[in-house]
């Protein structure tokens, strides 16, 4: 097949960028840098199968000749960004996945709307199955990120429903790897960051709140599989696996053999208690669960971190 990928420079972006050419596909990657790296694709530069194009996906997208699918990840998507860029974020889920569905359409291609976890809120209900609605504060500051997602997602379903065009939506929870930026706001980041340079961990609250993460590889793994056999309807993809920060804090310090000591911060507003999917569809229809446990993807993550800190 021939691809677009949108975000094709981000953390996300990037591995699933890596995968789609393994698997002998063509792939173009498109990105405008805000918050993507291009050193996350620079091992590409001369690949025969990959093109990379600079581009705003909130402006109109031009694209010769035929496209299969179009696997739409552009956006902001960690604290610090969406809250720096909050108009950019909006954009980028309402005019960026207008934009990217009208592509695919006209090419006839399949898409794939890479959503969150966010559009639950923070949940009344836990952990979440896709059937949860969400409780989400329209008007706090996370809402820019949480609505342009929950818009993106009606959208896509306008789009499948009045088009008949094939779509897939992807509820991506917590995820941490390489290529994760250090100062993206992300809490594996911050921790493994900060317990490197010997600096304090910061916690928010009293450190009971809880997360799930997903290793980047089983992540992109359940991409795929719900690309190419999954159905309209929304899929959880993350890890069931639920800590507390105070544990990811601990494993962190065990993963970097750090004696950092931990400092709390008082909880940012509209902060979710707690994050876990329900991941029975994902199981049911794609045959998928995580492999990687926290600690040994930990050990990977912080590799990484010591290399690009040096």
């Known amino acids: 097949m021939r691809v677009l990928v949108t975000g094709a420079a981000g953390f996300l972006g990037s591995h699933l960028v890596d995968r789609l050419l393994d698997a002998g596909h063509e792939v173009v990657g498109m990105d405008n840098l805000v918050t993507g790296s291009a050193a996350n694709l620079a091992h590409l530069n001369g690949h025969a199968r990959f093109k990379f194009v600079h581009h705003n996906v909130s402006q109109y997208i031009a694209l010769h000749g035929a496209v299969d699918g179009v696997l739409h990840f552009a956006s902001p998507a960690s604290p610090v960004d969406y809250l720096e860029l909050p108009i950019q974020t909006l954009k980028v889920g309402a005019l960026g996945t207008h934009n990217a569905l009208g592509l695919a359409l006209a090419k006839g291609a399949r898409f794939m709307l890479a959503s969150t976890s966010e559009v639950y809120g923070d949940p009344l209900v836990h952990p979440q199955p896709e059937s949860y609605w969400g409780h989400v504060n329209p008007v706090g500051p996370r809402g820019v990120y949480d609505e342009a997602k929950r818009f993106a997602e009606a959208l896509t379903m306008a789009y499948h429903r009045a088009h008949g065009l094939d779509t897939r939506i992807v509820r991506i929870f917590n995820t941490y790897g390489p290529r994760m930026r250090p100062s993206d706001g992300r809490v594996v980041s911050n921790l493994i960051v900060q317990a490197l340079r010997g600096e304090p961990l910061t916690l928010y609250g009293d450190g009971s709140q809880t997360r799930s993460f ?97």
Do not use: H
Not at 284 to 296: F, I, M, N, T
């Open 214 to 310: 997903c290793y980047v590889d089983d992540l992109v793994e359940g991409i795929l599989r719900l690309f190419e056999r999954g159905t309209a309807e929304p899929v959880n993809i993350g890890n069931p696996g639920e800590f507390t920060m105070r544990e990811l804090a601990g494993l962190v310090l065990e993963a970097t053999g750090s004696s950092s000591p931990i400092e709390l911060r008082p909880l940012p507003v509209d902060d979710p208690k707690q994050r876990c999917p329900d991941i029975s569809r994902a199981r049911a229809l794609l045959g998928w669960e995580p492999a990687v446990p926290l600690s040994d993807g930990l050990r990977r993550a912080v590799e990484y971190f010591r290399t690009i800190l040096e």
